[in-house]
């Protein structure tokens, strides 16, 4: 076996370990949603071994009632946390904040790439710098603005400050150093303006990016927790991620359910991934610029 195959065969039996340890916390939490909560709790006592786990991993007896409770709660569940609700909220605001991300960052990007205006690279790196400081440093300034605005307990306040990142335009910026800049005068000399330039030549070539900015902008918005659990205060204005909290049991903690809520809120940006993979393989190569 040449050096080459020996590597291939490396990296494969790499990749699969890698692949074993993520998908395991994935079938435990699959399993686990079809068991009752007294075989949930009881499945991992007194074990006996490696094997012995695996096979406790199987419901003793399978149901779907932790799936049912979820939409039209159950006995010791908290019926005050309106699940349809929160997916509803979650959809509105991450499908909002990705179609808003992807315009504004785009633009923002084709006018520091493209537009020679007086300090634009030095206002770039200024705002690139700033981002380096963490999103918790931003809380208290983020809820007094949103105070002030009235959007406490109102979803603008998951939505407008999410609009313009930094890192997605840094993104984008980078993608457009790869498309020529002859196109660009060639239109202008075809009586072309700057935005029929970004309309037609730029964004059906940054299309790659634009879909890995979406992805990430989209599962940023789903999947955020800190933020909306504070700013959110009605259960009814809860998005799913930090709504989970309130599906606890008012009496005692219900697991299956809890775990069960947890899969399904998984599934959207899931298949999400799913649908746009190719694309984001692709839009990741940023350096790589526009492909033939």
Known sequence: ?????????????FMVILGVIWITPILWLIFSSFKKDS????????????????????????????????????EGTNTTANILAMFRNSFVVSITVTIGTVIITSLSAYAYERLDFKGGNKIFWALMYMSMFPNVVNILPMFRISNALGWVDNINALIWPSLAGVFNIFLIRNF???????????????????FQIF?????????????????????????????????????????????????????????????????????????L?????????KGITVQAGVKG
């Open 1 to 13: 076996m040449n050096s080459s195959k020996k590597a291939k065969t490396v990296a494969i039996i």
């Open 39 to 74: 075989d949930f709790i009881t499945s991992f006592a007194n074990l006996k071994g490696s094997l012995d786990y695996l096979k406790r991993l199987i419901p003793r007896k399978w149901t779907v009632e932790n799936y049912v409770e979820m939409f039209v709660g159950g």
């Open 176 to 194: 457009m150093k790869g498309i020529p800049k002859e196109l660009d005068e060639a239109a202008a000399i075809d009586g072309a303006g700057s």
């Open 199 to 271: 309309t037609r030549i730029i964004l059906p070539s940054i299309a790659p990016v634009l879909i890995v900015v979406g992805l990430f902008a989209f599962n940023g918005a789903w999947n955020d927790f800190l933020w909306p659990s504070i700013v959110l205060t009605n259960p009814l204005n809860q998005t799913i991620t930090p709504g989970l909290r309130l599906l606890s049991g008012q009496y005692e903690q219900k697991w299956g359910h809890m775990i069960a809520s947890c899969l399904v809120s998984m599934v959207p940006p899931l298949v």
């Open 273 to 281: 991934y799913m649908f746009a993979q190719k694309y984001f393989l």
